[in-house]
């Protein structure tokens, strides 16, 4: 018999920094922020404290675009580069890891499984470490749950999220992310992420309309274990209410 493979070298850091407390994600669109500006945003994210890239976003991110700001960022910092994927063609080796998500509220097979029969192999051939998580989208769900087929879990529905969330980690998956879609006008209910909080034993991460210290605070005080931005760096950079975030992170460390 052949075991299966330990937890590979960035889940091992995430695992090892959740010990000191919750974390901090920062998303960058390597559309948007091309190579060099992706490793800027990175250094001050780094500086402030985030512990690890996200890159994602757009729909449509080249295996060359997805690469360049991987290997930019990676010159630049020493926290991990993780693709947050919307697809197999952005796929890269240059990157230290990538979120291998199941869509679990999606109507389209291809974002719950199909896609990741297609692109396994090329995954494992790449030696690209695939962290397994749940993705569960929440309403408004914004432009995710509309490319996603998403039906989008009622914001008041705290049996559903509950449910999927713990058949992700009786699934096997690593992670689970409760998501309101990138520029959402608020963040997921403080009481869904209570709930979900209690129900699962795996890490709880949380993303989509986190703009202000009080969203995070509000957020972390309900138990997320790792929190996402990416429209805050976009719209203002690493300004007031990115530094206000970090520092609900750091405060919720020193607890
Ligand atoms: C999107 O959850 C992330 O997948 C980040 O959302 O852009 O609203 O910060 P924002």
């Not at 850091?13 to 901090?24: K, M, R, S, T, V």
């Not at 993303?207 to 202000?212: F, P, T």
Request: glycine share 12%.
């Amino acid at each position: 018999m052949t075991l299966p493979p330990s937890p590979g070298r960035v889940e091992r850091y995430i695992e090892d920094q959740l010990a000191g407390g919750p974390l901090h994600f920062t998303l960058i669109d390597p559309d948007k922020s091309r190579g060099a500006k992706a490793a800027e945003v990175s250094r001050g994210a780094v500086a402030l404290g985030s512990h690890a890239i996200l890159l994602g976003g757009s729909t449509g991110i080249s295996r060359e675009v997805m690469g360049e700001a991987a290997r930019a960022i990676k010159s630049a910092v020493s926290i991990p580069a993780i693709i947050f994927p919307e697809g197999p063609g952005s796929l890269t080796p240059d990157a230290d890891a990538v979120l291998f998500m199941s869509l679990l509220n999606s109507r389209n097979l291809d974002l719950v499984i199909r896609t990741h029969a297609r692109s396994s192999s090329t995954v494992r051939r790449m030696s690209l470490e695939a962290i397994p998580m749940g993705y569960l989208v929440i309403a408004p769900g914004m432009r995710v749950g509309e490319v996603g087929a998403v039906d989008p879990v009622p914001r008041d529905d705290l049996a559903s999220a509950t449910g999927y969330a713990l058949a992700a980690e009786l699934l096997g998956m690593h992670f689970v992310y409760l998501e309101a879609g990138s520029g959402a006008p608020s963040p997921v209910p403080t009481e869904m992420v209570r709930a979900v909080r209690e129900a699962v034993r795996v890490p709880l991460i949380v993303g989509g309309g986190i703009r202000s210290g009080p969203d995070a605070k509000a957020l972390l005080g309900a138990g997320a274990d790792i929190l996402v931005t990416g429209t805050i760096t976009e719209e203002e950079g690493l300004g007031a209410s990115f530094h206000a975030i970090l520092e609900e992170v750091r405060h919720a460390r020193r607890r």
